[in-house]
């Protein structure tokens, strides 16, 4: 029956018996509890600091529209752990699908699986046992145009809105975009504060 339930809910051995042995073998009642306990697991948590994770983008099949999405964990560890790879990448299809792009209101999202996004992160807090939030996300949409994209490993993405060229053009654009990291597209764009920070420095 542990075993069972350890399938079932991706819990550890220990609390798979305690919650069996507290509810007297009963299945069912052992993950209801298992889910109140999960879910008190993850408000303890939400104090904590996340500042590693994952970038992550989702894109169109027609390349018109893609969505880059941050979600965020404790350490580098849990960022490369399947479990949580697989959820960051289930968050940014449902954002793609949505258009909703606001952290709060991703949340209520549903995934593939039929869960809301809170539901899977309280799951998921639970099982690894450190604070995951969904920390921003950003839409970009091409009326006359492509949407290209570059990561760069899991901490740097890119999109980029082409008008002309291709996919291929637009990965390089965006490439070089996460190597400079530009403040701007054109000379115009540039703020008048940024300008006479730079007259400035170069006066000295």
Sequence with gaps: ???ELRERTGAGMMDC?????????DMEAAIEAMRKSGAAKADKKA?????????????RADGKEAVIVEINCETDFVAKDDNFVNFANEVADAVLASGVTEAEEINS??????????????ELVSKIGENIQVR??????????????????????????????DQ????????HIAASR?????????????LEKEKEIFSA
């Design 47 to 59: 104090g904590r600091v996340a500042a590693e994770g994952q970038i992550v983008i989702a894109t």
């Design 109 to 122: 999202l549903p995934l593939s699986d039929g869960k809301l996004v809170s539901e899977k992160r309280t």
């Design 17 to 25: 018996k305690r919650a069996l042995t507290e509810n007297g073998g």
């Design 168 to 175: 291929d053009l637009g990965r390089d654009v965006a490439m």
């Design 136 to 165: 921003r996300a950003q839409l970009v949409k091409s009326d006359d145009g492509l949407v290209a994209s570059y990561s760069h490993g899991v901490r740097i993405g890119v999109l980029v809105n082409l008008k002309g060229g």
């Design 1 to 3: 029956m542990v075993k």
């Design 182 to 194: 530009p403040v701007c597209i054109s000379e115009e764009q540039v703020p008048a504060d940024l």
